[in-house]
């Protein structure tokens, strides 16, 4: 099988070759002006657990269908998705692939399956640690609106880059079912994690221009938050844009478990070198908010079960990573808000005193430092009056560090805040 040029190309040739040209007068118009509406960070396959619940990145996928439900936080006229074989071992063959407006459960809105195309072909293959971008498809999305992305693998994909803490039901299907309406198909096991599917963008979105990155960890990522519900901070943030004077859009970065500083086999790159691809890669991307360090400072000291080893974490080491994402941020022209690091004294393993005089001075430097563009202060947002170490009963997940509903909806309301 003849390989397609796009499946060799970086993403940002890929989307001018990929977009078809529409007639306007007598000549071609320009290439559609993509923004993210949706992402997920990718990082290595690892076996499931108790915390994050069962997957299917280690084995990965063969004459299989993937059916993958996500929320746009902006709309537009046009859409397309980005796929990543970032930690492949072997070339990605994609058989085939399809969008449509999600029905209930693996169903699809009849009569709004659209074939996606890569170069115009209906297949593509993506070389190990390589992206792709689809041909854009003319389909009006509006925003908060779910989109189901289907994917068939006909042949072994090897294991998968994926999302591990998805919060969003996944569905998969024996054969090719990508051109299905119904759901029948999939109503074998399902899963809560994300498999190459790693953006999806619109184009002609007025008044929609500019992108909010939201970048973190688990709290981020939304853990402890309703699954199915979309009440992750970011998608609460974004709802409540799309209601503002100054719409953006607002996409999620998060991977639960990651670090400023040390990279894990299991919780992903560590964000100083993640960042690059997971935020100023972003199509349109114009603000970040950056919350981590929580698990470098918690975590600081522990063996390694599997996952990477945790050195103690020095105050010093984790303002010069902060410093680090500012720069990158600002030789991009992209506007960088920081986040204090929350509360954590009841989170199994995480406090001591050494811990928490770190977190305190890293939150101080946050705060006063006058290094980031803006600062949302959530560590005195979501803390107990009565024990500001700890997180208040009300946010609490009931582990002690992660945030329900009520605890993210607290976040998106202070970013938009900052953001106004």
């Known amino acids: 099988m003849r390989i397609p040029l796009l499946a060799i190309l970086p993403i940002g040739l890929i989307a001018v070759i990929a977009a078809p040209v529409i007639a306007a007068g007598h000549g071609p118009s320009r290439p559609p002006s993509w923004i993210a509406t949706w992402t997920a960070a990718p990082h290595a396959p690892v076996p499931g657990n108790d915390f994050d619940g069962p997957n299917w990145s280690v084995p990965g996928f063969t004459d299989t269908t993937v059916r993958q439900v996500v929320r746009t936080s902006a709309g537009g006229s046009q859409v397309r998705v980005r796929l990543s074989n970032a930690y492949g071992i072997k070339p990605l063959r994609i058989a085939g692939a399809s969008i449509g ?21 209906s297949w593509a293959v993506v070389p190990p640690g390589g992206a ?53 198909a999939f109503a074998g096991e399902t899963s809560r994690s994300r498999y190459f599917l790693t953006g999806v963008d619109v184009a002609g979105a007025p008044p929609v221009r500019d992108v909010v990155v939201a970048f973190g960890d688990s709290i981020t990522d939304g853990h402890g938050t309703r699954a199915g519900a979309d009440n992750r901070y970011p998608d609460q943030l974004a709802e409540r844009s799309a209601t503002g004077r100054r719409p953006v ?172």
């Not at 407006?101 to 072909?121: C, E, I, K, N, W």
């Not at 994917?151 to 998805?166: K, N, R, S, V």
């Not at 100083?272 to 000291?301: C, H, K, M, S, Y």
């Open 101 to 121: 407006r999600t029905g209930p459960g693996a169903s699809v809105q009849p009569g709004t399956v659209r074939t996606l195309g890569f170069g115009r072909h």
């Open 249 to 420: 859009a607002v996409v999620n970065a998060g991977i639960g478990g990651n670090k400023l500083l040390a990279d894990s086999p299991c919780y992903g790159d560590r964000a100083t070198a993640r960042f690059g691809r997971d935020v100023l890669d972003q199509p349109g991307v114009r603000a970040v908010v950056v919350l981590e360090g929580v698990n470098d400072i918690g975590a600081g000291g522990y063996p390694d079960f599997g996952c990477g080893a945790s050195p103690k974490a020095r105050t010093a080491d984790l303002v010069h990573a902060h410093r680090m994402l500012i720069r990158a941020a600002h030789q991009r022209g992209v506007r960088i808000i920081g986040a204090t690091v929350t509360p954590m004294k009841n989170f199994t393993g995480y406090y001591d005193a050494d811990k928490e005089r770190v977190r305190d001075e890293v939150n101080r430097w946050i705060r006063g430092g006058g290094e980031y563009d803006a600062v949302a202060d959530l560590d005195r947002l979501l803390a107990d009056p009565r024990d500001p170490d700890a997180l208040r009963a009300e946010f609490d997940s009931g582990d002690g560090l992660h945030l329900n509903d009520a605890g993210a909806d607290a976040i998106a309301a202070a970013v938009f805040r900052v953001l106004a």
């Open 132 to 184: 792709l971008a689809s041909d854009a498809v003319d389909v009006r999305v509006s925003p908060l609106e779910s989109l189901t992305v289907t994917l068939y693998f006909a042949e072994y994909t090897g294991p998968a880059t994926f999302h591990q803490d998805g919060l969003t039901t996944t569905y998969r299907a024996a054969g090719d079912h990508r051109d299905d309406a119904g759901a029948a």
